[in-house]
T-cell receptor, first 112, second 114 residues
């Protein structure tokens, strides 16, 4: 089955700097890759997703890139702000397979 | 718009006691429903998912069970809780099939078994 590895487990950056979180997946059939943000004591919220027919997607300060050949995808947050502090999860699935496989999460801390 | 309700938000239960967590979805019909568990500082582990009433798939052997008595209701249960059942339980839903299978989570239940 699918296996998703996420790095780093913790990340601390200065406010205004960029943050990058990377994930690798094992199943070459996976074609849907969402990213979730989880604030303390809350459920994860979908922030951006990408499908395998595109290599990059951007939404304001966040962007996701996908390298299908290498089977890895990354989340990029630019101009970080204190409210970006949270745990971020990547995930992978095959469309129609009914379930996502999640990475272990990255705790991002933005230092003022 | 669609909303998902999960309760209670927190629960403290003694070892050996029963458990019932409930989740309901509004604003959509025939959703896929999921129960995830998140241990402290760890990732999301899929416990159960359901594609329809009475249809439950279990992902890992455990002390828990799930039921779907109605289209938009998903229940997580246990007859006798173990210490290892402590964690943050999340219900989620997605649109059944189609090109836009996004997964949406509830607010979670923090379960402490003492």
């Amino acid at each position: 089955g699918e296996n998703v590895e996420q790095h780093p487990s913790t990340l601390s950056v200065q406010e205004g700097d960029s943050a990058v979180i990377k994930c690798t997946y094992s199943d070459s059939a996976s074609n849907y890759f969402p990213w979730y943000k989880q604030e303390l004591g809350k459920g994860p919220q979908l922030i951006i997703d990408i499908r395998s027919n595109v290599g990059e997607k951007k939404d304001q300060r966040i962007a996701v890139t996908l390298n299908k050949t290498a089977k890895h995808f990354s989340l990029h947050i630019t101009e970080t702000q204190p409210e970006d502090s949270a745990v971020y999860f990547c995930a992978a699935s095959i469309m129609g397979a009914q379930k996502l496989v999640f990475g272990q999460g990255t705790r991002l801390t933005i230092n003022p | 718009s669609q909303t998902i309700h999960q309760w209670p938000a927190t629960l403290v239960q003694p070892v050996g006691s029963p458990l019932s967590l409930e989740c309901t979805v509004e604003g959509t019909s025939n959703p896929n429903l999921y129960w995830y568990r998140q241990a402290a500082g760890r990732g999301l582990q899929l416990l159960f998912y359901s594609v329809g009433i009475g249809q439950i798939s279990s992902e890992v052997p455990q002390n828990l069970s799930a039921s779907r008595p109605q289209d938009r209701q998903f229940i997580l249960s246990s007859k006798k809780l173990l210490l290892s059942d402590s964690g943050f339980y999340l219900c989620a839903w997605s649109v059944l099939g189609g090109p836009n299978e996004k997964l949406f989570f509830g607010s979670g239940t923090q379960l402490s078994v003492l």
